[in-house]
């Protein structure tokens, strides 16, 4: 098992939900942590929390769909920390709604935000990963990449990307020789707090996969199974795994009806986000 004593790592929106709870268990184990956010009051909190239990911590504001802005803080990681050996790509943004009935521009900011910005920080890093042959990506993708969930298409469609960048890298490490060099992608499913308050599926769809109401259970995952027992993929809870085994064996006209009967038709018909921020751009903005 992997120790994490010492480690050099980055956190994309560490300042809140799970990156906050990631940070707070890295901090335990001994990293040194740089955090980016948006949201400034935050960020302080955040680092003002993390400092005070012991960590090294460094809190720059960031907006990762920001290429030259992910470069200059790549370069400030660099001095700050010596060099990094974890990069973990937790930020997101999302706008719910039927795809239709949106501006085209709120899937483009999704994209933008959940994908774009993996190549930006990922394409930072990894060539100095490649030449020390040692180093972790996890990339936070969702259960929506394993059951599509109406309603939050594009979100849904950057999370496929997500598990599918993260998994052609490791291919291409591997083809590269570099064994030495890490992927995980982790996918939360049915979170029910802070970003995504008031995502519900019904009776039998929490039978299937239980709502998760602490981020920290999915930051222990995180930890626990992708940063020390080096895991491919990190599913939580675990049943979302059943999704997986029955999209390879059901045919898909059977499978979206499936979809339908555990309630992800209206899984955001009482969506409301974390109370006090407005998912309208990729800014965390306070309500006033």
Same mark, same amino acid.
């Given at each position: ?177 570099? *064994? ?5 992608? !982790?996918? @939360?499913?049915? %979170?029910?707090? $802070? &970003? ?31 940063? *020390? ?5 990190? !599913?939580? @809870?675990?049943? %979302?795994?059943? $999704? &997986? ?44």
């Amino acid at each position: 098992m992997e120790q994490l004593q010492g480690k050099k790592v980055i956190v994309t929106g560490g300042a809140l939900g799970i990156g906050l709870a990631t940070c707070r268990r890295l901090v335990r184990e001994g990293c040194d942590v740089t955090i980016w956010d948006l949201s400034k009051k935050e960020l302080d909190a955040a680092e003002k929390e993390l400092t005070a239990m012991g960590g090294n911590v460094f809190a720059y504001l960031c907006d990762v769909s920001d290429k030259d802005r992910v470069h200059e803080l790549a370069a400030a990681a660099r001095k700050d920390m010596g060099q990094v050996d974890i990069l973990i790509n937790n930020a997101g943004f999302v706008r719910h709604g039927m795809f239709w009935e949106q501006p085209v521009e709120n899937a483009v900011k999704q994209m933008d935000v959940n994908v774009n910005a993996l190549f930006y920080s990922i394409h930072e890093f990894l060539p100095e990963m490649m030449e020390r042959n040692s180093g972790h990506i996890v990339n936070v993708s969702s259960g929506v990449a394993i059951s599509s969930a109406p309603g939050l298409a594009a979100y849904t469609t950057s999370k496929w990307a997500v598990w599918g960048l993260t998994d052609v890298l490791r291919l291409e490490v591997m083809t590269a020789g570099k *064994k030495g060099i890490k992927f995980t992608s !982790v996918h @939360p499913g049915n %979170i029910v707090t $802070g &970003m995504f308050e008031g995502f519900s599926l019904n009776v039998l769809g929490r039978l299937l996969a239980p709502p998760v109401k602490d981020h920290d259970v999915i930051a222990k995952g995180i930890v626990e199974k992708a940063l *020390k027992k080096k895991r491919h993929l990190v !599913v939580i @809870p675990w049943q %979302i795994y059943i $999704g &997986m085994i029955v999209r390879g064996l059901v045919p898909n006209f059977i499978l979206a009806r499936i979809a339908l009967l555990i309630g992800l038709g209206s899984c955001v018909k009482n969506y409301t986000g974390r109370k006090g921020y407005i998912h309208s751009t990729s800014e965390a903005e306070t309500e006033k």
